[in-house]
């Protein structure tokens, strides 16, 4: 079974910087990093916003891009019980859990550590 894959766009391969929500957006928009950022930052200067990187801001703007968040399918469930028990191989997930993004695609985390063990908040998927 696949399980995690280091995953890392951040154009100076930074860990600490902050950027889980773009990495996944990159990840999920087939983009690059630098587009994904530019994107949800233009975004929020046309609502007025400022924080990019916080629920409030970028759940809108994935309903308005058309895609709706879903809740866990159960209480207490964490990322890796969820690709494992949930995940169909054939779509792509941005997982929220408290403070962090992550992405699963084709059954695998992608992110810059293996966060199979976070709680997870909601997710949306792309087919």
């Given at each position: 079974?696949k399980?995690?894959?280091?995953?890392?766009?951040?154009?100076?391969?930074?860990?600490?910087?902050?950027?889980?929500?773009?990495?996944a957006?990159?990840?999920?928009?087939?983009?690059?990093?630098?587009?994904?950022?530019?994107?949800v930052?233009?975004?929020?200067?046309?609502?007025?916003?400022?924080?990019?990187?916080?629920?409030?801001?970028?759940?809108?703007?994935?309903?308005?891009?058309?895609?709706?968040?879903?809740?866990?399918?159960?209480?207490?469930?964490?990322?890796?019980?969820?690709?494992?028990?949930?995940?169909?191989?054939?779509?792509?997930?941005?997982?929220?859990?408290?403070?962090?993004?992550?992405?699963?695609?084709?059954?695998?985390?992608?992110?810059?550590?293996?966060?199979?063990?976070?709680?997870?908040?909601?997710?949306?998927?792309?087919?």
């Amino acid at each position: 079974m696949k399980g995690y894959a280091y995953y890392n766009p951040n154009p100076r391969g930074l860990h600490n910087a902050n950027d889980c929500v773009v990495r996944a957006f990159a990840y999920f928009f087939g983009v690059t990093w630098t587009k994904a950022f530019l994107d949800v930052i233009s975004w929020c200067s046309s609502k007025g916003l400022v924080r990019w990187n916080f629920p409030s801001v970028y759940t809108p703007y994935l309903k308005e891009l058309g895609y709706n968040r879903h809740r866990a399918p159960r209480k207490g469930i964490t990322v890796g019980q969820f690709r494992d028990e949930y995940a169909d191989e054939n779509r792509t997930y941005i997982i929220s859990g408290p403070h962090h993004l992550t992405i699963i695609s084709h059954k695998e985390i992608l992110d810059i550590a293996n966060c199979s063990d976070m709680i997870m908040n909601g997710y949306w998927e792309r087919k």
